[in-house]
């Protein structure tokens, strides 16, 4: 049985990697994560998900987490302030043959992001490793661009005309489903962009949210210096507003990122568009979250 760790498993990305590969038999997958027991529950009955004590900041989980296995899929969460790369070095000295590590699209030229140093880190510790670059998640929609949507009926950004280049994060998990599980080594050593088919500016997606959820849908495009207010008046974290605004800003400057074909040719499938993405997920992106 190939053993598989899955990092940041309670979150968006680490969860749905966990549901794709336990559609695939031959697997023993362990759920990363720092609350064995509130986040048990959601695998229970099945036995080839272990949930496992992981914690970036404790080495000890670590290697628990990682003795016996043969594959990593390795995040960076976005809370941590710290790197990722003494996990590199664990997996490694626990003879992990693979690491498929979860990136960001465009890294290769953006030095300031630390996903680019994670990435040649991983490069020089010698383990075969596979970097997924992902575009905008389109669950943003329903993570930190949710409250402004159910708030105030609107998309808050200062993003301008810019189309930014999308993806759900159930073709994120496929195509990690198929580069951990697959035989051979045809993955190693390689980057692969995953996106959707179609860019879209806000406004576009505004209006696919408007005919999606049947309630009117505005976009706004702030300057920089009001949405720092009015996100702060929020109760948002001052760092989380700055990445925020650099994340929106930039393509303004730096053009619409490219897509790729990487989630048909690794799946087999199309990947999910913008407008399908909003039919799926219409009760969440209506509903406030309980806090
Ligand atoms: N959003 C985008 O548009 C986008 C685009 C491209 C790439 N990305 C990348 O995707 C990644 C975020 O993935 P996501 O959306 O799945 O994140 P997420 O939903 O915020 O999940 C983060 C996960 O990390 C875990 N975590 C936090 N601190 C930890 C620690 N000290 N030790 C162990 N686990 C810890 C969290 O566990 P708890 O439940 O315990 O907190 C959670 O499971 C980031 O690296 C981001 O740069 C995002």
């Known amino acids: ?18 549901a794709a590969l336990r559609a695939i038999d031959g697997l023993v997958v362990r759920a990363g994560v720092r609350d064995v027991t509130t986040e048990t529950a959601k695998w229970s009955g099945d036995p080839r998900v272990q949930p496992v004590g992981f914690d970036f900041l404790d080495p000890a989980s670590q290697d628990a987490a990682l003795a016996d296995c043969d594959s990593l899929f390795l995040l960076r969460p976005p809370q941590l302030t710290s790197d990722v ?3 590199i070095a664990r997996a490694r000295q626990h003879g992990v043959k693979h690491i498929v590590f979860l990136s960001v699209q465009g890294v290769e030229r953006n030095w300031f992001v630390p996903h680019h140093h994670i990435e040649r880190r991983l490069v020089s510790s010698g383990v075969p490793y ?3 670059r992902p575009a905008y ?8 661009l949710h409250d402004e ?18 993806v759900d994060v159930g073709d994120i998990a496929r195509v990690a489903a198929r580069v951990l599980t697959q035989s ?33 849908i505005t976009y706004v495009s702030p300057s920089p210096w009001r949405f720092y207010r009015t996100l702060r008046r929020d109760g948002r974290e001052p760092g989380l507003i700055l990445v925020m605004l650099l994340l929106h800003m930039l ?8 897509v790729t074909h990487t989630v048909a040719d690794l799946t087999g499938r199309a990947p999910i568009e913008f ?12 509903v406030a979250p309980t806090r």
């Open 137 to 144: 998640f389109m669950q943003n929609f329903t993570s930190t």
């Open 275 to 286: 407008a399908q993405f909003v039919a799926a997920h219409r009760a969440e992106l209506l």
């Open 149 to 166: 949507l159910v708030r105030r009926h609107r998309i808050f950004l200062p993003a301008g005309n810019a189309q930014f280049t999308l």
């Open 1 to 18: 049985m190939k053993r598989i760790l899955v990092t940041g498993a309670s979150g968006q990305v680490g969860s749905a990697v966990i």
């Open 130 to 132: 596979t970097m997924l």
């Open 85 to 87: 790369g003494d996990v």
């Open 251 to 258: 393509p303004r400057v730096t053009g619409t990122p490219p």
């Open 184 to 216: 051979g080594t045809q993955h190693h050593g390689q980057a692969y962009t995953v996106t959707s088919g179609t860019p879209l500016n806000f406004a576009q997606m505004a209006a696919q949210l408007t005919t999606g959820l049947g309630t009117p």
